[in-house]
């Protein structure tokens, strides 16, 4: 679903991202961990098309992201650390916009916007204007805009941040679904215990470069992650 091959992104002389390669295939939650500066948001960012990279390729369901861009970012939804929404809009005014852009019908995403505001308990707020909403908030529609269009890939920055345990537990869910129906989901958090439950591969960036990725039991092995991750950011 997902090819990054040699990833290199610079800013200046400093590679922010070093020779990055991860492959995520459909029905996989993939796990991003890394210090704050490892070069996580960068490596995001590149993937969904907001940052220009200075070497290597990524896919999308087999789409080049530097070659044919629209069509790529028609297969993702990204939702960042710290979503910029439209405050001057209504909660369903946004939600609207959010579909028109990905051309989902009428009955499509109404279906899909009562499913999700249900399950995030947002359904009564969709009226009131974005200004109003609180962080926690304004992060649960983000999430319900980003699953609007059904996207077969979903790229997420610290998702969790801000959202009560009840709203994190139905995140946990919908992802659970999601890749239960051959989609993929490719997120960073600093929530090991979280990563540990929930991804079924995980990779650890430390410095723009990959110490190292695979399934959750490869990298751990009869450690913690909260373990690796300790010992691998010691190191030299």
């Known amino acids: 679903m ?10 200046g002389e400093t590679k922010a991202v070093d020779d990055l390669s991860l492959h995520i295939a459909p029905g996989e939650i993939y796990g991003f961990i890394g210090h704050n500066g490892a070069g996580k948001t960068t490596t995001l960012k590149s993937v969904v098309g907001i940052l220009k990279f200075d070497e290597g390729e990524i896919t999308v369901d087999g789409v080049s992201v530097k070659e044919n861009p629209v069509e790529a970012k028609k ?4 939702i960042p650390d710290n979503p910029d929404l439209y405050e001057f809009m209504t909660g369903i005014k946004y939600l609207n916009f ?4 990905f051309g989902v019908g009428a009955e499509e995403r109404q279906e899909r916007i009562h499913k999700y505001a249900d399950a995030f308990e ?3 707020d969709l009226a009131q204007h974005i200004n109003a909403y609180s962080h926690g908030m304004k992060q649960k529609l983000a999430i319900i805009s980003a699953l609007i269009h059904e996207p077969k ?3 997420m920055d610290e998702p969790f941040v801000g959202l009560d345990p009840k709203a994190a537990h139905t995140l946990k869910e919908i992802m ?5 129906e051959g989609r993929a989901i490719f997120f960073s958090t600093h929530v090991l215990e979280v990563a540990e439950k929930l991804c079924d591969k995980v990779a650890i960036i430390k410095d723009g470069k990959l110490l190292r990725s695979g399934t959750m039991e490869e990298v751990k092995g009869d450690n913690s992650l909260e373990g690796v991750f300790l010992d691998l950011e010691d190191e030299k």
């Open 98 to 101: 959010i579909a028109d852009i």
């Open 75 to 78: 297969k993702i939804a990204y």
């Open 2 to 11: 997902l090819k990054i091959e040699h990833l290199t992104k610079k800013y």
């Open 153 to 155: 890939l979903l790229i």
């Open 176 to 180: 659970r679904e999601m890749c239960s």
């Open 122 to 124: 947002l359904t009564g």
